[in-house]
């Protein structure tokens, strides 16, 4: 054999060895939110081949124009404006399409507008990429969450909502501030709908596994109640102030959804306070909202059973009463 045969039977070796897929990610909706996460994305480093796609489509494409020329200060990434036919083979499709709050208004009252978009993209999203895990962002987003599994006829694992990934990261940013420690080392949940009537998990707040008011105890520090309270409110109405101030809010969710975008590719099992299909979890059923969830390679690895007090119990069932009635008016089935 000559050296020339040498080298066309490696290259045709090489060409019969199946190559792994590059690991894809696809974005629908290139607003604020979008844009910020692809932009995290980008510089993670974590996905090979990222697709950006809005119905603006001169809107994508300036987007994946300008964090391609930030692809020489990161990773080698592909990364271009496509349509819902390249999500086909996306490990995670994030959806972020859709309206956001006006100021003052709530995340429900949104709900119309956006389910609408859902029915035009979500069947299309399912037929494109049956095998993937759809992450919602847009609200109200336990709604959306729940309608985009009706409508793709997707396994309820493979469909995720941010759901309170972000008010959990406000709630412990604030006791961080208040306590004096890391927010890292701060463990506590809001559980819920990711709105108004979210719920803190007081009774398992915990600070290197002492409760909120045994730290205080071991520290010579009082346990404000109404501090408690103060932080609640202000966790649970960060948006607001927010929109008032910049109009949007974008750069934490995207951390978020970043967050849960990381375990997923890595296949992590991370605990994160995600919105997903809840089965039997005192006597609800049926509907979405947040609970500590293992986020792996599958989507939803498992919803943890936290133990709650009994105001917590019911609040939680006021609070997915409020979103299964309004599941219930899109008339989804
Ligand atoms: N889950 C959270 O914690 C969280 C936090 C902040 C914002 N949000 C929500 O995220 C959503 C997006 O917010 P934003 O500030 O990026 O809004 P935005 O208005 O900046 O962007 C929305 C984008 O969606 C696009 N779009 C509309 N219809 C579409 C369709 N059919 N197909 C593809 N693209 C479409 C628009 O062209 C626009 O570019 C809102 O619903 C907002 O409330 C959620």
């Given at each position: 054999?000559?050296?020339?045969d ?39 480093g ?5 697709v ?34 390249d999500?086909?083979?996306a ?12 100021p ?15 029915r035009q993209i ?22 959306l969450t ?8 997707l396994?309820?694992?493979h ?30 949940f ?20 002492m409760r ?12 404000d109640?109404?501090?408690m309270?103060?932080?609640?409110l202000?966790?649970r ?18 951390a ?16 994160l306070?995600?919105?997903?299909v ?8 049926d ?35 409020l ?11």
């Amino acid at each position: 054999m000559t050296a020339t045969d040498l080298l066309v039977r490696d290259a045709m070796a090489a060409e019969a060895v199946p190559q792994p897929r590059p690991m894809r990610v696809a974005i629908v909706g290139m607003g604020n939110v979008g844009a910020s996460f692809a932009y995290a994305l980008l510089l993670s480093g974590l996905a090979a081949e990222i697709v950006l796609i809005d119905a603006n489509r001169a809107k994508a494409e300036g987007e994946a124009m300008d964090l391609n020329h930030a692809v020489p200060f990161s990773h080698p990434t592909r990364l271009w404006a496509g349509d819902l036919s390249d999500c086909a083979g996306a490990v995670v499709t994030v959806l972020a399409a859709g309206a956001n709050q006006k100021p003052g208004e709530t995340r429900l009252e949104l709900v119309k507008k956006n389910a609408a978009i859902w029915r035009q993209i979500v069947p299309e999203l399912a037929r494109h990429n049956p095998n993937g895990i759809l992450l919602i962002a847009t609200n109200p987003v336990d709604v959306l969450t729940y309608a985009a599994w009706k409508l793709s006829g997707l396994p309820a694992a493979h469909v995720i909502g941010s759901g309170t990934i972000l008010d959990t990261a406000r709630f412990r940013y604030l006791l961080s501030q208040h306590f004096g420690v890391d927010a890292r080392s701060v463990h506590a949940f809001i559980i819920g709908e990711h709105g108004d009537s979210e719920v803190p998990v007081w009774s398992s707040a915990n600070i290197a596994g002492m409760r909120l008011p045994e730290f205080c105890r071991a520290q010579a520090m009082s346990y404000d109640a109404e501090a408690m309270r103060q932080i609640f409110l202000q966790t649970r109405d960060a948006a607001y102030r927010i929109i008032e101030r910049k109009g949007a809010t974008y750069y934490a969710v995207a951390a978020g959804l970043m967050r849960i975008t990381q375990a997923i590719l890595r296949n992590q099992k991370t605990v994160l306070s995600v919105s997903s299909v809840i089965r039997e979890f005192h006597g609800l059923d049926d509907v979405c909202f947040s609970l500590p969830t293992v986020v792996d390679r599958g989507g939803v690895e498992d919803v943890l059973r936290l133990e709650l007090d009994d105001s917590e119990v019911s609040k939680l069932r006021e609070s997915a009463e409020l979103l299964r009635k309004t599941i219930q008016s899109l008339d989804l089935s």
